[in-house]
């Protein structure tokens, strides 16, 4: 029923030159700045504009001896396995909370996920204001930290829940009935089998909070994070360096989230 | 009571009731189970079977009542300190572990010597026929496959008593026939106490020493499968394990024996079930579709105390056997089976329209008072 249609629609897409044209436009769209990025981090100049003067490796050499930009990327991955961790185990605790039955339940749940939709300019705002009334020095391990673990918290709670939630009770019962008590049950048969939903939701978590910009801006302080360090690079002295970064980013970032992705099909 | 292995019985249940909000899944059930016996609990959907095996395993708190294994009162003993074993309709396999792993595992909780598991789990694996199949993941296994290897990890442990909630269910009829053999032949194997969960009445006459009948949250009959099938003690029971013929009527007549009047001009003679029936009593009168014989209507017959004049309705074709539908005015039709003992070209069947004699006799016929 389906097939017939589906190959129709294919026919006639193919057939259709303004649909081709829109698709490729699209896609400049979406990733012509990446890829525009990319080359000329590769641009033997000291613009990062054009035109192209040849090619050099010089910037990502620099890159590599940029001490500010070493401590920058240091804190933001030290931060990044830090909220991973610790909304990972808060998000898999909550998980298995849901697994009960209890009055307002579909309440919490969306209340758990708000933090998605908030923007991040509001969560950066309250977290200042609420460091100055208690008049705490904001930093990368307390209001940065904080500011991470209630973003990523609902997306390591989603991922953690979605594989829990279609998770059959009876493989449990099967293992208490064999002799397993609740620590050996969760050890042997419960974990194992939510293990990649933990892994995809630590790769998630980690990835969100070192590419987070926004909160971060707000709660820093005196420290710096990755992006900080490159968006005040861009705002003083602009060199294709920044493109290096730029490139070297997005080569992490894809692959974390790759890694991430084939965790979540397991 | 408390002195373990002391019981005959490997279990007893007393008043045993578990009630979900305003569903009484089970209401007070009493039993109890042999050494080494097969009983079957039979019953409708949602009678409360998988939950009275739930409780059994220590899955569920029960409301009221008791469960005692061996002797032992179980109370609140959680299910992985009871001597009890489940085979899950579902298989409930551990899909990242292979076959030896999932039959090993409940030894390994045990924390028994790395080479008496090995031991233990190859016997199994033999027993249920599947030595080779020791490094296969559950997923490549085949649903008999599956069963076999969750029916070894359960067995494996030598548990008191093992519980199997419909563990054919889900396998298609060719390889249950098959299954069910087998599990015969384990049962004799291994000599352990099944408590065999299933709604196909077949299946429990077939393979049970004794039925346990239930219906709505209760027990109706416990016995053996002769009795049961021979001797119901309740319509419901009558009507649910095999065929029969169903007729309302009134005692117009009580003795050792009972006449009852279905319909205009029939009168049928039979036994009641349980206690004497005055006259007037509504009754359902049943009897079984192969215990009826059939006669040409001009003979005379003796000895079979019920004979009705009906005339043939339908005629269908079943092998090895024959199914009559018969209208004897007695409001519904009467359903006769015959065994298909003709040699061709001998004799043929009767043909829809023809005049007959139903006979049977008065034991075939129980009359059980109208509820
Ligand atoms: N956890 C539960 N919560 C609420 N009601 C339940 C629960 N478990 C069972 N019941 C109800 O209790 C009754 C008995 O259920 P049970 O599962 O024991 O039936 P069953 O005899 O095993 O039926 P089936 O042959 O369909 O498996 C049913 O009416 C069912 O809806
Ligand atoms: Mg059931």
């Known amino acids: ?266 | 009571m408390n002195s373990a292995g002391r019981s005959p019985y490997d279990l007893e249940i007393r008043g045993l009731a578990k009630t979900y909000g305003a569903i009484r899944a089970v209401d007070g059930i009493s039993l109890e189970v042999e050494r080494g016996e097969f009983l079957s609990i039979l019953g409708p959907s949602g009678c409360g079977k998988t939950t009275t095996l739930r409780m059994i395993a220590g899955f569920e708190q029960p409301d009221a009542g008791e469960i005692y294994l061996q002797g032992t009162q179980m109370g609140t003993t959680p299910p992985y300190e009871r001597n009890v074993n489940t085979v899950f309709q579902s298989y409930a396999l551990f899909p990242h572990m292979t076959v030896f792993d999932n039959i090993a595992f409940g030894l390994r909780m045990k924390r028994l010597a790395r080479e008496q598991i090995a031991r233990r789990v190859k016997r199994m694996l033999t027993i249920v026929e599947l030595a080779g199949y020791e490094q296969r993941l559950p997923h490549q296994l085949s649903g008999g496959e599956q069963q076999r290897v969750g029916l070894a990890r359960a067995l494996v442990k030598e548990p008191t008593v093992l519980l199997l909630d419909e563990p054919l269910g889900a396998l298609d009829l060719k390889v249950r026939k098959r299954m069910q053999y087998e599990l015969k032949r384990i049962h004799r194997e291994v000599g352990i106490t099944f408590i065999y969960v299933t709604h196909d009445q077949e299946e429990a006459l077939v393979m049970s020493d004794r039925i346990a009948v239930m219906n709505q949250g209760r027990i109706e009959q416990v016995d053996t499968t002769f009795d049961i099938y021979e001797r119901p003690q309740s319509l419901f029971v009558a009507d649910f394990i095999g065929e029969s013929n169903t007729f309302a009527g009134e005692v117009v007549a009580t003795g050792e024996d009972v006449s009852v009047r279905c319909g205009e001009r029939v009168v049928l003679r039979g036994r009641p079930v349980s206690a004497a029936l005055p006259v007037g009593v509504q009754v359902d009168v049943v009897v079984r579709p192969e215990k009826i014989g059939m006669g040409r209507p001009e003979t005379s017959h003796a000895g079979e105390e019920n004979c009705l004049r009906g005339w043939v309705r339908e005629v269908v074709f079943q092998g090895t056997s024959v199914k009559y539908v018969l209208d004897i005015g007695a409001g519904n039709p009467l359903i006769v089976h015959q065994q298909n003992s003709l040699s061709y070209p001998q004799a043929e069947f009767l043909k829809p329209g023809e005049e007959v004699l139903a006979l049977w006799r008065l034991e075939s016929t129980l009359v059980f008072p109208r509820r």
């Open chain 1, 1 to 266: 029923m389906t097939e017939p249609i589906l190959s129709r629609l294919r026919a006639k897409a193919g057939g259709d030159a303004t649909l081709y044209a829109y698709g490729v436009l699209l896609y400049l769209f979406l990733y012509a700045p990446i890829v525009y990025l990319i080359i000329f981090s590769f641009n033997d100049a000291t613009a990062t504009t054009p035109p192209w003067r040849g090619f050099t490796l010089q910037w990502y050499r620099q890159v590599l001896q940029n001490v500010d930009l070493r401590v920058a990327f240091l804190n933001s991955a030290s931060l990044g396995v830090m909220t991973a961790v610790i909304s990972v185990t808060l998000g898999t605790l909550m998980a298995f909370a849901f697994r009960w039955r209890f009055r307002g339940k579909g309440f919490v749940f969306g209340l758990l996920l708000l933090p998605m939709l908030t923007p991040g300019i509001v969560l950066g705002v309250a977290l200042t204001l609420l460091w100055r009334f208690f008049r705490l020095t904001p930093g990368l391990f307390s209001s940065t930290l904080v500011a991470h673990v209630i973003y990523t918290l609902p997306f390591a709670f989603l991922i953690v829940f979605t594989r829990l939630h279609r998770f059959d009770r009876s493989l449990e019962e099967a293992a208490m009935d064999l002799g397993a008590d609740h620590i050996r049950t969760f050890r042997h048969v419960t974990f194992p089998l939510i293990r990649p939903g933990v892994i995809a939701a630590v790769i998630f978590a980690f990835t969100l909070s070192f590419d987070e910009f926004i909160r971060t801006f707000f709660v820093i302080g005196n420290e710096n994070t990755l992006p900080m360090y490159v968006w005040s690079m861009i705002m003083t002295d602009s060199t294709p360096q920044t493109n290096a970064i730029g490139a070297i980013i997005v080569g992490l970032s894809l692959s974390w989230i790759l890694l991430g992705t084939v965790f979540l099909r397991r």
